[in-house]
């Protein structure tokens, strides 16, 4: 059995900064990329950042420059640094991970999703 649990969101005024945390717990052998996505009312889910287990970076160019996603590979935990938030970074953040319960096996597990309100 894995669990995913994110928190970190929040309210914040715009030019502010949030912190998310994701961090998996259970069964686990390894884990490869771990990306956050987020999802605007009326939007499709849209990928935000990943990072590797090699610790490659990609960003969304409508964040880089602002947000930073970093590991923790002792704690199994992703973290999205995001400053000089904007009303547009609005959305609910989810993070997914690639785990390998076993090195017979691996799979997507999605965390339960973080509110982000950028006020004007």
């Known amino acids: 059995q894995v669990q995913v649990v994110e928190s970190g969101g929040g309210l914040v005024q715009f030019g502010g900064s949030l912190r998310l945390s994701c961090a998996a717990s259970g069964t686990i052998y390894t884990i490869g990329d771990m990306s956050w996505y987020r999802q605007a009312p009326g939007k499709q889910r849209e990928l935000v950042a990943t990072?590797?287990?090699?610790?490659?970076?990609n960003y969304a160019d409508s964040v880089k420059g602002r947000f930073t996603i970093s590991r923790d590979n002792a704690k199994n935990t992703v973290y999205l640094q995001m400053n000089r938030l904007k009303p547009e970074d609005t959305a609910v953040y989810y993070c997914?991970?690639?785990?390998?319960?076993?090195?017979?096996?691996?799979?997507?597990?999605w965390g339960q999703g973080t509110q982000v309100t950028v006020s004007s």
């Open positions: 990072i590797t287990s090699g610790n490659n970076t």
């Open positions: 997914k991970l690639q785990i390998a319960p076993s090195r017979f096996s691996e799979n997507n597990y």
